[in-house]
């Protein structure tokens, strides 16, 4: 990395913030069906009324409302984002529906890996995922993710997945899995968590050795939750094609 790229971006991407911004929410206490809507392209796209037209047509949220927040989250997080215009000039934008279900009972503690193959001489900066709640249970973030915290997955994973050169079948491998993440829970249930207002924007890396470590919570009521995260069209390209994802249409 460059020494100015370094001086750049030095202080301005922490692991893990909070956006001064609140957003204001629209007022919505129910979601009629489980369903994900999914963006990758360009920014300037109007794909934001289709989101707004989603989200009014699948909670019980009123359209304009939507449309205001999320047109305030997606131009909160573009403006935080640090790069220039061409860095940040394509997302991923996600909304995910949720009805109540046990899946996360158990916390999936994790740290969101490499999301898509960095632009050349931009190997090394900071990239970010911003989060919102909009209904229902905040998402479960460590206020800080440690090297001890690094030293127990670790430890985790050489239990439950030894290299004894047996190889796994599909259903011990999901077995391991359970027990891996029941294993990690235990571990890390003393772990102190971020505490999420209403309406709070949550920026955290992803890729990174200090990517904070978070979950899915508890779905025990209905769930409105959305994330963007940027890149230039390059690198957004890449990503829709490592996830067989359209560019610039969305879907849900
Ligand atoms: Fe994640």
Not at 76 to 97: F, P, Q, Y
Not at 117 to 127: G, K, L
Not at 146 to 171: A, C, D, M, W, Y
Request: glycine fraction near 6%; proline fraction near 7%; hydrophobic fraction near 35%.
């Amino acid at each position: 990395m460059s020494a100015g790229v370094a001086e750049r971006y030095e202080g301005s991407q922490s692991p893990l913030a909070l956006l001064a911004n609140r957003l204001e929410l629209p007022p919505i206490t129910s979601v009629k069906e489980e369903v994900v809507f999914d963006y990758f392209g360009l920014v300037e796209n109007p794909f934001l009324d289709s989101a707004a037209t989603f989200l009014a047509a699948h909670t019980d949220a009123p359209l304009q409302a939507a449309s205001r927040t999320l047109t305030s989250f997606f131009a909160t997080a573009h403006t935080d984002c640090v790069g220039n215009i061409g860095e940040k000039s394509a997302c991923w934008l996600t909304i995910r529906l949720s009805q109540p279900h046990d899946a996360f009972s158990v916390p999936r503690w994790h740290q969101d890996g490499r999301m898509y193959p960095y632009d050349e001489s931009r190997e090394n900066v900071p990239r970010s995922k911003y989060g919102v709640t909009i209904l229902g249970p905040p998402t479960l973030l460590f206020e800080y993710t440690s090297p001890e915290n690094l030293i127990k997955e670790k430890e985790g994973l050489e239990k439950h997945f030894p290299r004894n050169g047996v190889s796994k079948t599909e259903e011990e491998s999901d077995e391991a899995f359970d027990q891996l993440r029941s294993w990690l829970a235990d571990q890390f249930r003393s772990e102190k968590l971020l505490q999420l207002g209403a309406g709070q924007i949550v920026r955290f890396t992803w890729g990174r050795e200090d990517s904070p470590f978070h979950s899915e919570p508890d779905i025990v009521s209905d769930r409105v939750f959305m994330t963007v995260l940027f890149g230039s069209e390059n690198e957004i390209r890449a990503m829709a094609e490592w996830r067989a994802a359209p560019f610039g249409e969305p879907t849900m």
